[in-house]
């Protein structure tokens, strides 16, 4: 699959971004873009014509951009359709439930063509990916346990392994929830867990792990949308094995579960 066979839809109030947007996808040869001022309008078409990538500002005249990816979610025809957040956003209120959601990248405004151009090369591999489904023997066998409090952030993850030809895979909605699968005496090859969760966090589900479980070297992937810098390093110094911020970048994540997993 190329960039050029992408089919992208553009939500955007404003004429001129929208025309820098299309622009930028024209210059890397998508010329299928259908654009959109408002969500509603959006969702209605893409029911009936799926496209490959949403790229969708957060605030549209009739709702915002984390309401249009939690609808989208929802729905099981546009499930598991990419989405990218352009916007100048900086509140946690609004970056989150997105985050959460799985989306594949969030632009600033202004953005760079490099930028986008990261973006969807994230967005490609990720659906080639994802179609194609090729199996790896030296993935088959592999158990992993994903921990997140967000049932949208948990399925993003299982698309992401399901890719990667990683089938076994069990969840929890949180640290609680992990522990009581490790006290049964489960073991995994991977465990892969959100931060910010209630009752038991990652940094003390990691911590748990490293000195109480019968598996203290299981390798341990943090998912994070924190920023502060003495926080980031108390979750490393609790023995986390890799750390990777949200939004999660789909390359990112599979370069470090392939890495994980290869020199586990």
Do not use: W
């Amino acid at each position: 699959m190329e960039l050029s066979s992408l089919y992208v839809t553009v939500i955007e109030p404003s004429k001129v971004q929208r025309q820098i947007i299309t622009g930028h996808l024209n210059s890397f040869g998508i010329e299928q873009v259908e654009e959109f001022e408002e969500a509603r309008p959006a969702l209605n078409h893409m029911l009936s014509s799926p496209p490959d990538l949403v790229l969708s500002s957060m605030h549209l005249p009739d709702i915002t951009g984390t309401e249009l990816v939690t609808q989208m979610r929802g729905l099981k025809a546009l499930q598991d359709i990419t989405f990218l957040l352009v916007s100048s956003e900086t509140h946690y209120r609004y970056l989150e439930p997105i985050r959460q959601a799985g989306a594949i990248a969030i632009l600033p405004k202004p953005f760079s063509k490099e930028e986008m151009g990261l973006a969807l090369k994230s967005t490609l591999d990720y659906i080639t990916d994802f179609e194609s489904e090729s199996d790896n023997d030296s993935y088959e066998a592999l158990n992993v346990l994903i921990v997140d409090d967000s049932s949208l952030s948990r399925k993003y993850i299982q698309q992401i392994l399901t890719s990667l030809s990683i089938h076994s895979i069990q969840t929890a909605k949180d640290g609680l929830e992990a522990l009581e699968l490790l006290n049964q005496g489960q073991l995994f090859d991977l465990i892969i867990t959100d931060y910010n969760m209630p009752n038991i966090d990652g940094k003390e589900l990691t911590e748990h792990i490293r000195t109480a479980s019968e598996q203290p070297t299981v390798p341990i992937l943090m998912m994070t949308s924190e920023q502060n810098e003495s926080r980031l390093a108390a979750i490393q110094s609790a023995g986390v094995s890799a750390l990777c911020s949200k939004p999660l970048s789909y390359n990112t994540v599979k370069h470090l579960i392939e890495q994980l997993v290869t020199d586990f």
